[in-house]
Nanobody, 121 residues
Framework: QVQLVESGGGLVQPGGSLRLSCAAS????????MGWYRQAPGKQRELVAT???????YYADSGKGRFTISRDNAKSTVYLQMNNLKPEDTAVYYC???????????????WGQGTQVTVSS
């Protein structure tokens, strides 16, 4: 079994910052790409950012210039630094990871349980 546990969400004022963390644990051989998604009330889940094992990153337009994704492979952890937060960033943020459990098998996608981010004055 593989578990992803997010932390770092909360209530922040517009213009503020938050740093989300997501730690993977369990029966893991290797972790390929990791990413952050978010889902606002009444909306579909959307991609925020992704990062490969080698550190290549991709950002959705919504977070470019404000969000930074990073990872610590030794800790099986991915981070999302969010600066200059806006009310429209309010959502539940989920991390996901493509995990290889057994060597030479295809990776499988796992999701965390989500952490609430609320941007409001």
């Amino acid at each position: 079994q593989v578990q992803l546990v997010e932390s770092g969400g909360g209530l922040v004022q517009p213009g503020g910052s938050l740093r989300l963390s997501c730690a993977a644990s369990g029966s893991i051989f290797s972790i390929n790409a990791m990413g952050w998604y978010r889902q606002a009330p009444g909306k579909q889940r959307e991609l925020v950012a992704t990062i490969t094992r080698g550190g290549s990153t991709y950002y959705a337009d919504s977070g470019k210039g404000r969000f930074t994704i990073s990872r610590d492979n030794a800790k099986s952890t991915v981070y999302l630094q969010m600066n200059n937060l806006k009310p429209e960033d309010t959502a539940v943020y989920y991390c996901d990871a493509a995990v290889t459990v057994v060597r030479h098998t295809s990776p499988r996608e796992y999701w965390g349980q989500g952490t609430q981010v609320t941007v409001s004055s």
